[in-house]
């Protein structure tokens, strides 16, 4: 479970998180949609310690991110991030760039983490790229890969920031086709994300951030079809 508890965080004088509180269960998918700016992107950052956070608390299975104590590198194998873009090493093979964490984070054989890497890149369809370089593959291929990267360290949660963002719109399906099929699975996510129609088929439940406030939180139907804050109602108005 995700807990997050009254979360503040300010860079310099802005805020941009004011206040933050969200529970995500296992199991559950969670998107979070909202404006330029509104403290999306940050508020994953935070929960996998990639940021320390002001004031508040975000413990993940029971354990404090920010605490002094916690094994930063060990929480982060059970919270995998996935961002717009991942800068893949040009001169190794997609096989050879997702087997690199399970080998040198994990310390895996080099039989078992090219167990690991075949599989997940099987599991997102790339089957027949393993032994091609990164920047020979589409940008859908590419953020697949990221995926399969990030599925390789075994994670309990996924955090996806606008993977499908930096795409070709003929590609975005693809990629939103793998995060559809993990949330099938049972994997935990939450996702930020602009494709509202995505939003709606996969979350549980829908977040609308708005200037460093999650303004209003509902299942998908609720959000979008009724949605009860004034700038939701705004927002939603605006992108469609
Ligand atoms: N490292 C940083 N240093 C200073 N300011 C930052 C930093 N990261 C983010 N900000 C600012 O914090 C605010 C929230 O940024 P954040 O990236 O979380 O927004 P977002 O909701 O993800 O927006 P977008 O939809 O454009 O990705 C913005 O005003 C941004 O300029
Ligand atoms: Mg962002």
Redesign the pocket.
Known sequence: MIEIENVRKS??S?E??KGINLTVAKGEVVT?I????????????CINGL?PIDSGRIKIDGTEVHARSTDLNKLRQKVGIVF?QWNAFPHLTVLENVMLAPRKVLGLSQEKAEEIAVKQLTHVGLAEKLAVYPNRMSGGQQQRMAIARALAMSPTYMLF??VT?ALDPMLVGEVLDTLRMLASEGMTMIC?T?EMKFAREVSDRVAF?HQ?VMAEIAPPEQLFDAPQNAETKKFLAATH
Do not use: A, P, W
Not at 34 to 45: A, D, E, H, M, P
């Open positions: 860079f310099g802005l941009v998180l979070i909202g404006g330029s700016g509104s403290g999306k992107s940050t508020l994953l950052t940021e717009q920031d606008e963002s930020v602009h951030f460093g």
